[in-house]
């Protein structure tokens, strides 16, 4: 079974509320660490230079986290809670506390530029419906999650796609 793209007949709820996020040094630098990462352009401004780069460059999965650790409320936009869930069909607090396992399944980027510290970005989530399938060990839902990043002039920056799978406990 394969679960990169999602179905043609898939059921989207509506995109969630726009999320601004500034991209800091400190947390960039901590999870190329906790990734085991050990590129210096990912510490070091003159390493990111000499690399090319105009300014330190984010790890290439560092945007599925980076609303954890940017999401200021001064530079939201108005009326925005800092949070991808709200409208998007799922609350964060009770969408992931089911009874069963959840296992993160896929994760798919495409990049349009790089993504680098002074960044202030601004991204919209949307989930699916979730889709019941039948696995090897019972009952599956499969649900697929597409966040898109521009920059504050409109640009595309990265699109992310991620599959999330959950197994109810009978």
Known sequence: MKFDQPPADVEWNDWGPPVRVRIEHGPVMLFARAVKDAN???????AASAAGFEHVPVPPTYTFVMS?????PDI???GGTGSMYSGSG??????FARDGLFLHGEQ???????VVVGDVLEG???TSQPI???ARRGPMEVTYF??????????????????SLFFPNA
């Open 40 to 46: 210096t352009i990912y510490a070091s401004e003159h």
């Open 68 to 72: 954890s650790a940017g999401t200021f």
């Open 76 to 78: 939201q936009p108005p």
């Open 90 to 95: 799922v609350d964060a607090g009770s969408a």
């Open 108 to 114: 798919h980027f495409t990049y349009h530029r790089p």
């Open 124 to 126: 919209r989530m949307r």
């Open 132 to 134: 019941a399938r039948e």
């Open 146 to 163: 597409q966040t898109t990043w521009s920059d504050l002039d409109g640009n595309p920056v990265v699109d992310e796609g991620i599959v």
